[in-house]
């Protein structure tokens, strides 16, 4: 019998309890538990923040201020959606590539490459995007809706916010960065240690200085700064494969096209949510208040059940990307059915208890009987919506995960091409009720897309997983941007 080591006996094993360890070798529910728990967190915490911020600013008592904070989120979600094309495609490449590593280490030579291309690319692509809005900031302050009473206030929140697009797109994407080396713990503590610092940036520069919605949004600027310093500081000391250095920034075609090929699709995503949400609150906005706040009440119950979805399907991204890229099919299997029964388990839980007790949740927030029977009515349609996009989300993360550009772009552009004529034909042939429920339609048409494209796309997967553990750095790259 033949002695000769295998690369994968050659290679030194993880140390237990190693980001690495958690994407080679953990057991699943561990690696989710690690991957997920600390991004859930992270999301819950933000969202706490957004109230708290609205409290801060809604304190002054200056309803011009709180609506320039709303009209000018459309702003930061695209700004969010630039460090996404970077970061998401450029962190499921470098899980992917970590994944290959383990059988041919020239892969983990790319890393540098990859995580350098979408750092500088997501700074170079905001400061032009910041550049051009700060230019042109009066005509967008109108196309965003406000009018004479709220267009000062919301050129100056968006203004400071354009200012510090480069570093809010460098912050986003040196998340999804960390996050692919499966460091989430750390990822967690950047982003809650962020929250914190806003939230008292807020307090000194809004209520003791008074720079009103600019100290918003000073605020939101300092608070990424930390964080993108935080996280390079992080990456430095303990990445043993990526790079930020300028010297490794590289237009090559082999990661162009697996990074954009990605991240396009969650620029298309974040669009389309801009859109979705202008369309509903306007059509919900023509039958009254009583209809909006409900929607807006709904909304803000079934958030949390949403985040902690969210957690579940954004976590799991690096695992997926791992064991592909390894080539470990019983890995990549188990850590999707894993998560998959999490998903329908947390789904099915929180909807069941809220469903239950809907009215007396809802009664916690409003008193009106009439907001409160539309309400509830709403809250149902959200909360299937919300088990449809749980399982939907999944389905993308895989597509990121394993390099299928197309199958993840059309999963993005599904739900905006979907959600415009289901809502204006359900408004025009069944009034508010069509308004209520087309998202939920929407979501689970999407949810049986994303199927379609899985069963016609395991083929493929299988062969990408068959070549993983053999393959070369560029035949990684090669297969990404297949």
């Not at 950047?190 to 600019?214: R, Y």
């Not at 059509?283 to 209809?291: I, N, T």
């Not at 299937?384 to 993005?412: D, E, P």
Request: net charge neutral; glycine share 10%.
């Amino acid at each position: 019998m033949s002695t000769t080591p295998t690369p994968e006996s050659t290679r030194a094993p993880e140390v237990v309890g190693s980001n690495r360890w958690y994407l080679s070798s953990a057991p699943i529910i561990r690696a989710l538990v690690h991957l997920c728990v600390p991004m859930a967190a992270a999301m819950i915490v933000g969202a706490v923040y957004n109230l708290i911020n609205a409290g801060v600013v809604g304190s002054l008592h200056n309803t011009a201020l709180l609506a320039a904070i709303t009209l000018g989120s459309p702003v930061l979600g695209l700004v969010m959606a630039v460090g996404g094309v970077f970061g998401v495609g450029g962190g499921a490449l470098i899980s992917r590539l970590l994944g290959a590593a383990e059988h041919t280490p020239a892969a983990a030579g790319q890393i540098k490459h990859v995580s350098s291309f979408a750092l500088w690319g997501a700074v170079i692509v905001g400061a032009v995007f910041g550049g051009i809005g700060l230019v042109f900031l009066h005509p967008l302050v109108s196309v965003l809706g406000a009018d004479a009473q709220t267009a000062p206030a919301t050129s100056a929140f968006v203004g400071v916010m354009l200012a510090f697009v480069p570093v809010l797109a460098a912050a986003f994407c040196l998340e999804q960065i960390v996050r692919a080396e499966g460091a989430a713990r750390q990822v967690m503590i950047g982003l809650i240690a962020s929250t914190i610092a806003n939230l008292v940036f807020d307090l000194l520069f809004i209520l003791v200085l008074h720079w009103g919605v600019a100290g918003a949004g000073l605020s939101m600027g300092l608070a990424n700064l930390g964080v993108v310093i935080y996280f390079v500081v992080w990456l430095q000391r303990h990445s043993e494969h990526v790079s930020l250095a300028p010297r490794w920034f590289t237009l090559s075609r082999t990661v162009l096209k697996p990074v954009f090929g990605v991240g396009i699709g969650e620029l298309l995503q974040s669009a389309f949510l801009i859109i979705t949400s202008l369309v509903l609150n306007n059509l919900a906005a023509a039958y009254g208040d009583g209809p909006l706040a409900a929607m807006g009440v709904a909304v803000r119950i079934a958030q949390i059940p949403e985040f902690l979805l969210m957690g579940v399907t954004l976590g799991v991204l690096p695992l997926l990307a791992y064991s592909f890229g390894k080539g470990d099919r019983n890995r990549l299997t188990s850590a999707l059915r894993a998560s998959a029964v999490t998903v329908g388990g947390v789904a099915l839980v929180f909807s069941t208890v809220v469903f239950v007790f809907r009215e007396q949740v809802f009664t916690a927030f409003v008193t009106d009987p009439s907001v409160l029977m539309i309400g509830v009515t709403i809250l149902t349609a959200q909360l299937v919506a919300m088990i449809a996009n749980g399982f939907a989300g999944l389905i993308t993360s895989l597509f990121q995960a394993t390099g299928r550009a197309a199958a993840a772009t059309v999963m993005s552009m599904t739900h905006g091409i979907l959600f415009i004529p289901i809502v204006l034909l359900g408004n025009l042939w069944f009034g508010l009720a069509g308004v209520i429920w087309a998202l939920t339609v929407t979501e689970v048409i999407v949810f049986l897309v994303g199927v379609a494209i899985w069963l016609a796309s395991r083929r493929a997967i299988d062969l990408g997983l068959a070549e993983g553990s053999p393959q070369r750095a560029d035949e990684v790259l090669e297969h990404a941007e297949a």
